[in-house]
């Protein structure tokens, strides 16, 4: 696990997503959450590492397909598709270089969306793309839900990187 968050930073760090000073400090958060497991240590709240779990007791992967697809809500309920994304991601994203990264493609992909929309709406020819756009994005959600739970990051098509 260490050494894949590691991998992760430095990825980032490569990127340019995150600046040099980030990735030092998270990556001694990772030395130091790694020693604490190891040796038993308690956080400041009297619980051991392995007793809490910052991601609702989901694995890492499970939780970011999660946030992928609680996108769907909106189906549902007006909206609530675009706050659960957003707070699964600001109450973790201090906690895992991976759910930032995830959030932040996911926030990219709402507003470039909604700016699509937006313009298509405001044209006569855009309303029949709308529901091509509605269709992309179901399929762009669904692929992006089936790489984290496997795994892997797959950046949204179509977006504007306004969080980065």
Same mark, same amino acid.
């Given at each position: 696990?260490?050494?894949?968050?590691?991998?992760?930073?430095?990825?980032?760090?490569?990127?340019?997503?995150?600046?040099?000073?980030?990735?030092?400090?998270?990556?001694?958060?990772?030395?130091?959450?790694?020693?604490?497991?190891?040796?038993?240590?308690?956080?400041?709240?009297?619980?051991?590492?392995?007793?809490?779990?910052?991601?609702?007791?989901?694995?890492?992967?499970?939780?970011?397909?999660?946030?992928?697809?609680?996108?769907?809500?909106? &189906?549902?309920?007006?909206?609530?598709? %675009?706050? *659960?994304?957003? /707070?699964?991601? =600001?109450?973790? @994203?201090?906690?895992?270089? !991976?759910?930032?990264?995830?959030?932040?493609?996911?926030?990219?992909?709402?507003?470039?969306?909604?700016?699509?929309?937006?313009?298509?709406?405001?044209?006569?020819?855009?309303?029949? &793309?709308?529901?091509?756009?509605?269709? %992309?994005? *179901?399929?762009? /959600?669904?692929? =992006?839900?089936? @790489?984290?739970?496997?795994? !892997?990051?797959?950046?949204?098509?179509?977006?504007?990187?306004?969080?980065?």
């Amino acid at each position: 696990m260490k050494y894949e968050d590691l991998k992760i930073l430095d990825e980032l760090r490569e990127k340019g997503s995150i600046t040099e000073e980030e990735y030092q400090r998270e990556k001694a958060k990772v030395l130091a959450d790694d020693n604490r497991r190891y040796s038993g240590h308690n956080d400041n709240r009297g619980y051991s590492r392995s007793q809490r779990n910052p991601l609702f007791g989901m694995t890492q992967n499970n939780y970011l397909m999660l946030m992928h697809l609680s996108m769907f809500a909106s &189906l549902f309920t007006f909206f609530v598709g %675009v706050v *659960i994304p957003i /707070v699964l991601w =600001a109450i973790n @994203k201090d906690n895992s270089a !991976e759910v930032d990264r995830h959030g932040k493609n996911i926030l990219n992909l709402i507003v470039s969306y909604a700016i699509y929309a937006a313009v298509m709406t405001i044209t006569i020819i855009g309303i029949p &793309l709308l529901l091509v756009l509605f269709i %992309v994005l *179901i399929v762009v /959600v669904v692929k =992006a839900a089936i @790489k984290a739970s496997n795994g !892997e990051y797959w950046e949204y098509p179509l977006t504007i990187k306004f969080f980065k």
